[in-house]
């Protein structure tokens, strides 16, 4: 046992082994990526570093760093073993569907089956549980009855209160912005996921492109191990949190402010 041991040491110190093994984290067990966008504020800001937890929903394809290119290149597939799935109010991590090789961060709003569209900014969801259940599960939340159907009015923005709406943004008419105020109501296919940003006026997300295949996705937040904002100053506050904690009203209202104070004139989608 302690030959095999000393075998095990020698080749992890090697150079070999060091890249086997840092590939082999990166491919199973978490990968760093940096947020580039403001669409998920206040819950993760611009200059988050993190880490993603990549065995939360199975086993995503592994891709070789930076170049983007899978191990399997004879394969199109961008999973290799199914896990868990995304549940309502996950932020995920996943590869656009339009584009594999860029990474999304979003928040998961409806399940395969759920029924949602979105009226003067609100969302509303119909759960695929039933009327029944939505009472009881979101008795502390505004419902409506349509179609013959109980919707709940911005679910989630209670649990997750870095959702949140841009009173700047109206509707001007302009048809590439007409998917942040009204949409025709949709039911999200089997194996799909509807991701929307905490930003919601400035998010590219499921309104523009559709729901998420299951396959596309990679991961979760785990927690940030960096994190810096526009000025170069280090948001030691941030570092080591999850996503749960940065929640926390302390950490939330700090990154209120941040937002007001740089957004005044942003009127971005991204």
């Known amino acids: 046992m302690k030959e095999v041991l000393h075998k095990a040491y020698r080749f992890s110190n090697s150079w070999t082994g060091t890249i086997i093994i840092v590939l082999f984290v990166i491919f199973f067990i978490a990968q760093a990526f940096r947020i580039p966008s403001g669409s998920m504020k206040d819950s993760l800001l611009i200059g988050d570093h993190l880490f993603a937890k990549k065995f939360a929903y199975g086993i995503p394809m592994p891709h070789i760093p930076f170049l983007e290119m899978s191990i399997m290149p004879w394969s199109d597939s961008l999973r290799l073993a199914d896990g868990d799935t995304p549940q309502r109010g996950d932020v995920v991590i996943f590869r656009y569907p339009h584009n594999p090789k860029q990474h999304f961060v979003k928040r998961c709003v409806a399940l395969p089956g759920d029924e949602l ?3 003067n900014k609100d969302l509303y969801i119909h759960h695929s549980e039933g009327d029944e ?3 009881k599960e979101f ?8 179609s013959g159907k109980v919707w ?11 959702i949140h709406h841009d009173d700047k943004i ?12 009204n949409m025709s109501p949709i039911r999200i296919d089997v194996d799909n996921y509807f991701m929307m940003g905490d930003n919601r006026d400035h998010s590219n997300d499921s309104r523009f492109w559709g729901a998420v295949p299951y396959e596309n996705i990679e991961g979760t937040p785990w927690f940030i191990y960096f994190s810096i904002d526009d000025n170069w100053e280090i948001r030691w506050d941030r570092v080591g949190k999850t996503p749960t904690d940065l929640e926390a009203p302390s950490h939330l209202d700090l990154a209120i402010k941040e937002r007001k104070k740089l957004d005044k004139d942003d009127h971005g989608i991204y």
């Not at 709940?152 to 870095?162: E, F, I, R, T």
């Not at 109206?170 to 105020?181: A, E, R, S, T, V």
Request: charged residues 20%; glycine residues 6%; hydrophobic residues 40%.
């Open 117 to 119: 569209f979105v009226l």
């Open 133 to 135: 259940w939505i009472k």
């Open 139 to 146: 008795s502390d939340y505004e419902t409506i009855v349509f």
């Open 152 to 162: 709940v009015k911005n679910p989630y923005m209670k649990d997750h209160p870095g």
């Open 170 to 181: 109206i509707n001007d008419g302009h048809p590439k912005m007409m998917p942040l105020f």
